[in-house]
């Protein structure tokens, strides 16, 4: 039975891949040779607000604090076991905030707007990529193919960039930066729902836009090498109706690669649109990222790498014990 | 068993089960029209089994695709008649072409390794064909299953039946494409195409990925299902040793045009046209030790055609009217018809005594 070996292999291949991603996540940063807790203090005296009197003795006693004062092999031996445990620690710019926290907040946002729109652009952007290969489509439909792959050659934050001008600036419809107004205090109710989805509107607009033409490019290539296929003509001579024809030999086939690269997408889930956030202030992961790469925040940093890690591992492992159901020719090499 | 046909068909439409009247068929390229069937007549009489032979790229499967009304863009059938059954076929709406499909006539095509679905069981796809068949009836579908209407259990032993007819397991009914050996999927093909009795099935060069050992086997499952299901077979090859055991009749195409249609001992052992001849002198011989040769020049360009009877430049025979006048096929003897200028003088034909 090949199901037992290859869910084993499958499983140990996860837990290789966490913990070299893991050691990379936590030997890159300290590669900078940037010191993140001395930098912030001359930076406070800087702005008046410590004294520069005594600040050895601060530096030493929070990197005695973060254990940053040990050597490395037990920072990361420490590190291992608190990722073991998802205790990533405090968050060295907004001590003391733990990462947990900072990561849950900005997750919701990211995951709430990157799922819908990762999602809506696949099926969308699949489904129209196979109607445009596919020769019986209506020709209008067809020809919207060229401003559809335009849009993909646009960067996404481009893209923003142009939505924030037009709709933000020029026209007003929709507001331009955060993901709710200043003054509310998020909350769940449907007033804050509301004013949220209003706030990502224009960002998720940019991402849904550039990645529609990314899916539908991709699918259309698939579409037409399966429209070559022999079983293609010997399905039409069977004289399957067309749109048995379009699903079950074409669009079955064609989409293989497309789940693929779903899945992979789905793990990026996680990691945020940092641009396309940054330009709009999303109070995302992105932003979160963009800010304590800045501030050097290592413990932040740390979190969300190991979180984007965690997701693409594990969408990669879905990926594989779903994929031989889809692929019959999948289980055979398993 | 099969009936001996009697002439190339102008006056057998209603008995016949395929005729075909000057069909043409172009591609419409940018370096020009690429006439790839040009004034093609034949017809087959119901179980017959013809065989169409003739070089890479003489139009052989264009003109089965155009059986099947299957020709694409930039291709275009320009003009001509196809009866199926007594049904005009090119006067079809896209629909009823579809229904005919499968219901009248069938296709086991060239490329057995890839055409059955890579994705779905082998059940599903001897089914899904019949399925949108479902309200069919009215176009010769009279003894066809209808499988939507079929309980589970009977679509099972439908399946199974099918199966079995080919020589294989039930079994393989749960299979997919990539667990079975090129025979199998031939097979699977053939057992496909007879799901609905067609009269017709076209056999595309089904053997052609085939070892010879499993060329046989197939070429006698479906001679075996063929005489069952009572259909007749446009066999497409260029294999003479095929043709020689499977068809009763051969019709030689060159540069689009037929050539010659024989039955199939007469062309062993007497070809009338000069390129039948040549084709038929290619093929080794067992007994005399020779080096193999071939027919001596290219076929022509389909773009840019040679005046008059197509074959004149590489023709032995050649005179000046081969480079002017056009030759239709012309029954020559009884039951063989032959497009060539020169034919009496070549074989001195008159005192003929019979063909063996």
């Known amino acids: 039975m090949w199901a037992a070996g290859y869910l084993l292999k499958r499983i140990a291949f996860f837990f290789l891949i966490v913990l070299t991603a893991a050691t990379v996540n936590f030997f890159l940063p300290r590669l900078s040779g940037q010191d993140p807790i001395r930098e912030r203090m001359i930076k406070q005296v800087q702005s008046g607000s410590a004294w520069g009197k005594g600040i050895e003795e601060m530096v030493e006693v929070y990197n005695a604090k973060f254990g940053l004062d040990r050597p490395l092999w037990q920072q990361y031996l420490t590190y291992l076991g608190d990722m073991a445990r998802f205790d990533l620690g405090h968050s060295i710019a907004f001590y003391p905030k733990t990462v947990e926290e900072i990561l849950r907040e900005a997750l919701l946002w990211t995951i709430g707007l990157l799922t819908m729109t990762t999602l809506l652009s696949f099926v969308f952007g699949t489904f129209f990529g196979a109607l445009v290969a596919w020769t019986r489509a209506p020709l209008w439909l067809r020809s919207l193919a060229p401003p559809i792959m335009t849009m993909a050659a646009i960067p996404y934050y481009l893209l923003g960039l142009i939505l924030l001008f037009v709709f933000a600036f020029e026209l007003r419809w929709f507001p331009g930066h955060g993901g709710y107004r200043i003054g509310t205090i998020p909350n769940l109710s449907w007033r804050f729902l509301l004013e949220a989805l209003e706030h990502s509107l224009l960002p998720a607009l940019s991402i849904l836009l550039s990645s529609l033409g990314f899916w539908a490019i991709a699918m259309r290539g698939m579409m037409v090498t399966v429209e070559g296929e022999d079983y293609m003509t010997l399905a039409e001579a069977k004289g399957i109706k067309s749109s048995r024809l379009f699903f079950d030999y074409g669009l079955r086939n064609a989409i293989l690669p497309q789940i693929t690269s779903l899945a992979l997408a789905m793990g990026y889930v996680f990691s945020g649109a940092l641009l396309v956030e940054v330009v709009f202030g999303f109070p995302g992961i992105g932003t979160v990222l963009f800010n304590s790469i800045k501030g050097v925040d290592y413990p932040v940093i740390q979190g969300i790498v190991l979180t984007i890690i965690l997701t693409l591992a594990t969408t990669t492992l879905i990926l594989d014990l779903t994929l031989p159901m889809l692929d019959p020719r999948i289980r055979r090499q398993a | ?356």
């Open chain 2, 1 to 356: 068993m099969t009936p001996r046909p009697r002439s190339n068909g102008e006056a057998h439409a209603q008995s016949a089960a395929l005729q075909v009247r000057n069909l043409r068929v172009h591609y419409d390229t940018p370096s020009g029209v690429v006439q790839a069937v040009d004034s093609v007549s034949f017809s087959l009489e119901a179980g017959e089994r013809f065989g169409l032979v003739g070089e890479s790229g003489s139009g052989k499967t264009t003109l089965a695709m155009a059986l099947l009304r299957m020709i694409k863009p930039p291709g275009q059938i320009e003009s001509g008649q196809v009866w199926l059954d007594g049904q005009d076929v090119l006067a079809l709406s896209g629909d009823e072409m579809r229904k005919l499909r499968l219901a009248g006539i069938a296709l086991v095509a060239q490329g057995s390794m890839n055409s059955l679905n890579p994705v779905t069981r082998i059940r599903r796809q001897l089914l899904d064909g019949m399925k949108d068949h479902a309200a069919a009836g009215s176009n010769g579908t009279d003894n066809g299953t209808n499988a939507a209407k079929l309980s589970r259990r009977e679509q099972e032993a439908f399946v199974h039946d099918l199966l079995a007819r080919v020589g294989l397991e039930p079994q393989v009914a749960d299979m997919y494409p990539h667990e079975l050996s090129g025979g199998m999927k031939q097979r699977v093909c053939i057992a496909m195409a007879i799901s609905m009795r067609p009269k017709v099935i076209i056999a595309d060069e089904p053997t052609s990925a085939l070892d010879v050992v499993v060329q046989m086997q197939i070429m006698e499952t479906l001679r075996r299902v063929q005489e069952e299901v009572g259909a007749a077979v446009l066999l497409v090859g260029h294999d003479m040793g095929i043709m020689a055991q499977f068809v009763d009749r051969v019709g030689v195409m060159y540069a689009g045009k037929l050539v010659e249609v024989s039955p199939v001992r007469d062309i062993f052992s007497r070809p009338l046209h000069p390129y039948a001849r040549l084709l038929i002198e290619c093929l080794p011989s067992l007994e005399v030790k020779d080096t193999l040769e071939g027919i001596p020049g290219l076929p022509p360009s389909l773009i840019e055609r040679p005046t008059g009877c197509l074959f004149h430049p590489r023709c032995p025979h050649a005179a000046t009217e081969c480079e002017t006048q056009e030759q239709i096929l012309d029954e020559a003897q009884p039951d063989r018809w032959v497009a060539c200028h020169r034919l009496d003088l070549i074989h001195d034909l008159q005192p003929e005594t019979g063909v063996s």
